[in-house]
Nanobody
């Protein structure tokens, strides 16, 4: 059983920064591709960023490219999402997710395990 606990959300002003963190337990963390997704009220869950098992490849949604950075520490079983230059449209519940395949995926349905979500609210 794999457990993901994400944290770090909060209220921030436009242009501010937040760092989300996800701690993974239960299996070998380095065997999972890790991703971050978000879901705003009334909208479907959307891909934000993903990172390969070794950390050498990252993929970003166009809407966050250049503002967000995903990183992982396989020694600490953590994956972070550094969010800069936040905009009101970044407001959502953010979820970390783990995928047991070897390919970096952007489709939520392909991820096997999910965190409980952490709220990010960007005020204008």
């Amino acid at each position: 059983q794999v457990q993901l606990v994400d944290s770090g959300g909060g209220l921030v002003q436009v242009g501010g920064s937040l760092t989300l963190s996800c701690v993974v337990s239960g299996r070998t963390f380095s065997s999972y591709v890790m991703g971050w997704f978000r879901q705003a009220p009334g909208k479907e869950r959307e891909f934000v960023a993903a990172i390969s098992r070794g950390g050498g490849r990252t993929v970003y949604a166009d809407s966050v490219k250049g503002r967000f950075t995903i990183s992982r520490d396989n020694a600490k079983n953590t994956v972070d999402l550094q969010m800069n230059s936040l905009k009101p449209e970044d407001t959502a519940v953010y979820y970390c997710a783990a995928d047991g395949s070897a390919v970096v995926q952007i489709m939520a349905a392909l991820y096997d395990y999910w965190g409980q979500g952490t709220q990010v609210t960007v005020s204008s």
